[in-house]
């Protein structure tokens, strides 16, 4: 099961008041979403919304005791505009985007997220469109596939490996995640620490969902959401998304309309007591933005 990040930060920095209206836009298996319910009870909602339908479910499940108080949807949360339409809610008094993968995801071998489970090469969180890891594995040239390795993965090594990438697929398609891993572990030799394919996947996986542009459309627009005294709170596991919230938090503060307010002058981070029993956590930063008029 997910272990939510943070979650104390979450709940003292968006305070879920009894009667708010609240949004997880990425619900993923509803431990964010079950803590803001508990702490607004007995009459506040949350909406919660995923653009994977199977996490969606596993969500329906989890928060069964809940289900008064929730509406689910299956939406991009770059497209915030559609979740306020089809609930009625213009404006929500807590907003939280938890990016990234769900633990249930990467362990879900089928999915193709993870280089040490053997799965098809696909690594989409919406399974129900666009391109897969498939795709740009064997389909993309060299040019093209080291830019994505190095931009999306920050890989120093991304021209080495776009080669042995085409190389491979030369002789025959690349299948799976397994085949994948070991080409790029077979150039780039046995260095210690993390495993040698952890960036190249990143940058796929980043590209297939085109997180970076989802996170960019959706903060510029998020503001426009929150009620006054709202406050919305986006959790990024790289700093690639982090430098992106920064910034568009900024801009915020930018605009003519709604003044908001930085909660967070730097990221909070997870404390060793959370990261020891959560290793996922280690690389998580939170950053909390308030609607103060
Ligand atoms: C880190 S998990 C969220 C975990 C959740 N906070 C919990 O406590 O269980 C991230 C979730 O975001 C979803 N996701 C990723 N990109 C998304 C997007 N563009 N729109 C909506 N959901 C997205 C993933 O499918 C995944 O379920």
Not at 43 to 49: E, H, K, T, Y
Not at 196 to 211: H, L, S
Not at 250 to 257: D, N
């Amino acid at each position: 099961m997910h272990i939510p990040v943070m979650l104390n930060k979450v709940i003292e920095l968006m305070s879920p008041r009894n009667n708010g209206r609240y949004l997880d836009a990425t619900v993923g298996e509803g431990g964010h979403a079950k803590a803001i319910l508990e702490a607004s009870a007995p009459d506040g909602s949350v909406v919660c919304s995923d653009v994977d339908g199977t996490m969606l479910g596993r969500a329906k499940n989890n928060l069964e005791a809940f289900h008064a108080k929730i509406k689910f949807l299956h939406t991009n949360y770059r497209d915030i505009e559609d979740i306020a339409r089809e609930t009625g809610i213009e404006k929500f008094d807590g907003i939280i985007v938890d990016l990234g993968f769900n633990t249930a995801q990467i362990d879900d071998a089928a999915r193709g997220f993870s280089f040490s489970n053997e799965g098809p090469l696909d690594m989409r969180y919406d399974t129900s469109s666009g391109v897969t890891a498939y795709d740009v594995v064997n389909k993309f040239d060299q040019e093209r596939l080291a830019r994505i390795i190095k931009e999306y993965g920050e890989e120093r090594q991304s021209r080495k490996i776009a080669k042995a990438i085409i190389t491979a697929r030369k002789r025959s398609r690349i299948k799976n995640t397994a085949e994948l891993a070991s080409i790029i572990a077979g150039t780039m030799g046995g260095r210690r620490g993390i495993h040698p394919a952890t960036k190249t996947f990143q940058a796929i996986r980043i590209f297939v969902n085109d997180e970076l542009e989802n996170l960019k459309a959706f903060l510029q627009k998020a503001g426009d959401f929150l009620t006054i005294g709202g406050v919305l709170i986006v959790i990024s596991f790289h700093s690639l998304e982090d430098r992106i919230v920064k910034q568009a938090f900024r801009q915020f503060s930018l605009l003519t309309g709604p003044v908001f307010k930085i909660l967070t002058r730097k990221p909070a981070v997870p404390d060793e007591e959370e990261i020891r029993h959560n290793y996922r956590a280690r690389s998580a930063r939170l950053r909390a933005i308030k609607r103060i008029a």
